[in-house]
């Protein structure tokens, strides 16, 4: 069984007086990691760490050139590993091998990219003409930034926010989910070979409630970084409210995605089923409504419920989908299945756990596909977290563009139509931090990131997402 202990100033602390979580398969219920519960210590301990790693300026004051250099080197260690890497990634948070290694391979293009950022840091000199004056933007690192994670993407959550704050030249102290923690601290190693000076990246394993609540209460914190459900978000940007200090948010999605009558419907079928399967509907992006205009609907609907049918359950290399992350969101996904027939909707595929095929030990679900559902359903307001999406038929783009809004989320939606007019007007239209055209969670690391709404705050990648870590300051010099 794997030891996973925080890693502060850049070594592991192992204390054997710590209570142990202990984390199981969620393909087969073994018992694969062993993880420390830090406490309100061990978070002060990581947070001085930090703050002595930030005020020794080696790293904030190195030129940014040299800090791309280091991540650079990190990206390249993590290229070396990437097997390794993967299949923790795949053991941990219940991915197929191809899932693992997709995440990893991800999140080592965020960093090349965050590092190529480093050597773009800039300020400005602003004159308004006269010989006398000289007018100076500049930008500062952050501080010490706190980052808490969640369990879905625990190295791309991460590889939104890690490289551009050690970019930007702050010191970090992250907390990973509790069930997820082990490629967390492997980056932290993999970091620290490549030059990241102690104090700079620490980690610190447990609880939310125990670690993430000291991280996000404590005075020694310059800005936190939270990717989780809207309703800790909520917690932790009160918590800032009261400190007055800088968050940012990416919290949950109930994304649509929506299918014209003229688009390319076999590409659209197909993303589709990735839009609610791809990570098993674990995924703040996923697909979990579809809107269908009316005219194609029940058609639409029989050839999706009909790729569904045929995704692969497992976690090896032929497999398309994984288990859920833990019997406890398994017995949530289905409890919102049941919700969706108490309401009145109808499946066309799925709603049942799967155990046929050697996979009664691990917390399958097959994909489902509901129809019948409508706004004011539970299966299409809140966000499900598993393979579960909803055919809602509508006529035209004002009537998608208005369903589609009708959530608390932002986060992202998709539009499928071979009409540029429509899909801009849905663009422009769709209060959404992302929208897809023609294609489904597909980006690069250039575009900014994040919710609008109940969605969250900020920014992640591109320039926007190294402006998040930096503060920005004025001087006037009088000549
Ligand atoms: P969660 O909010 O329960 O947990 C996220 C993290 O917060 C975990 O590390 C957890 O231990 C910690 N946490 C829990 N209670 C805390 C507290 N009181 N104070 C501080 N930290 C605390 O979310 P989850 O179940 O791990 O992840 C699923 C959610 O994350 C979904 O809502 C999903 O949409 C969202 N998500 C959003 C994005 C995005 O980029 N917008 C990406 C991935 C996941």
Same mark, same amino acid.
């Given at each position: 069984?794997?030891?996973?202990d ?17 984390r199981t ?25 930090? %703050?002595?790693?930030?005020?020794? %300026? ?6 940014g050139?040299?800090?791309? &250099?280091?991540?650079?080197?990190? *990206? ?8 390794t890497?993967?299949? #923790? ?11 693992? +290694?997709? $995440?990893?391979?991800w999140?080592?293009?965020l960093? %090349?990219?965050?590092?190529?950022l ?6 400005? *000199?602003f ?8 007018g ?21 959550? #991460? ?6 704050? #050690? ?35 620490n980690?610190v ?13 404590h ?15 909520r917690r932790?940007?009160?918590? *800032?409210a ?5 968050? *940012?948010?990416?919290?949950?999605? &109930? ?34 409504? /579809? ?9 639409f ?8 049918? +045929?995704? +692969?359950l497992?976690?090896? $290399? ?9 019997a ?24 049942? %756990? ?24 539970r299966?299409?307001d ?28 932002? /986060? ?18 769709l ?10 969670? $597909? ?8 919710? #609008? ?19 920005? +300051?004025?001087a006037?010099?009088?000549?």
């Open positions: 069984m794997l030891m996973h925080p890693w502060i100033d850049g070594r592991t602390v192992a204390d054997a007086g710590w209570a142990r979580i202990i398969s969620p393909s087969n219920g073994t018992q694969i990691a062993s993880v420390a519960a830090g406490t309100a210590e061990t978070v002060v301990a990581a947070i001085a760490a930090a %703050r002595i790693a930030f005020d020794a %300026r080696i790293w904030a004051d190195m030129p050139s040299a800090r791309g &250099k280091v991540l650079s080197r990190m *990206a390249d260690l993590m290229e070396r590993d990437l097997d890497i993967a299949q #923790l990634e795949a053991d941990e948070a219940g991915k197929t091998i191809a899932g693992g +290694r997709g $995440e990893t391979e999140g080592i293009e960093l %090349r990219y965050g590092a190529a480093a050597w773009n840091l800039s300020g400005k *000199a004159s308004d003409g006269g010989p006398d004056n000289l100076l933007v500049l930008h500062h690192p952050r501080g010490v930034v706190g980052m808490i994670t969640p369990w879905n993407f625990p190295i791309v959550t #991460l590889m939104q926010k890690l490289p551009y704050a #050690l970019a930007a030249g702050c010191s970090v102290v992250v907390k990973p989910s509790e069930m997820t923690s082990g490629t967390t601290l492997m980056l932290a190693r993999l970091a620290s070979e490549a030059g990241v000076p102690p104090g700079v990246f980690v394993t447990g609880e939310g409630s125990v670690v993430g609540e000291a991280m996000s209460t005075p020694g914190i310059d800005m936190m970084s939270f990717t989780g459900s809207t309703a800790v978000g932790i940007a009160r918590h *800032a009261d400190r007055i200090r800088p968050v *940012a948010l990416e919290l949950g999605g &109930k994304g649509a995605n929506i299918v014209f009558a003229d688009a390319d419907l076999d590409a659209a079928a197909k993303g589709a089923v990735a839009g609610f399967t791809l990570n098993k509907g674990e995924e703040c992006c996923a697909g979990s409504r /579809l809107l269908v205009q009316e005219s194609i609907a029940e058609d609907g029989r050839r999706v419920a009909e790729a569904a049918a +045929r995704v +692969r497992g976690t090896g $290399e032929h497999a398309d989908m994984g288990p859920l992350i833990s406890a969101q398994m017995e949530k996904v289905l409890a919102y299945v049941q919700s969706g027939l108490d309401q009145g909707a109808r499946l066309l595929t799925g709603g049942t %756990r799967v155990t046929e095929g050697g996979l009664a030990d691990g917390n399958y679900v097959a994909p489902t596909v509901f129809v019948g559902a409508r706004p004011g359903m299966i299409v809140e966000e499900i977290f598993g393979p579960v999406t909803a055919i809602i038929p509508f006529k035209d783009a004002a009537d998608a563009i208005r369903i589609a809004n009708s959530t608390g989320y932002g /986060l992202a939606n998709g539009v499928w139509t071979s009409n540029l007019d429509t899909a801009m007007v849905v663009v422009r239209r209060r959404s931090g992302t929208t897809y055209v023609n294609t489904y969670l $597909e980006t690069a690391p250039q575009l900014p990131f994040g919710g #609008l709404k109940d969605s969250g705050l900020g920014r992640e990648n591109g320039i926007e997402g190294l402006s998040e870590f930096l503060e920005t +300051r004025a006037f010099i009088r000549l």
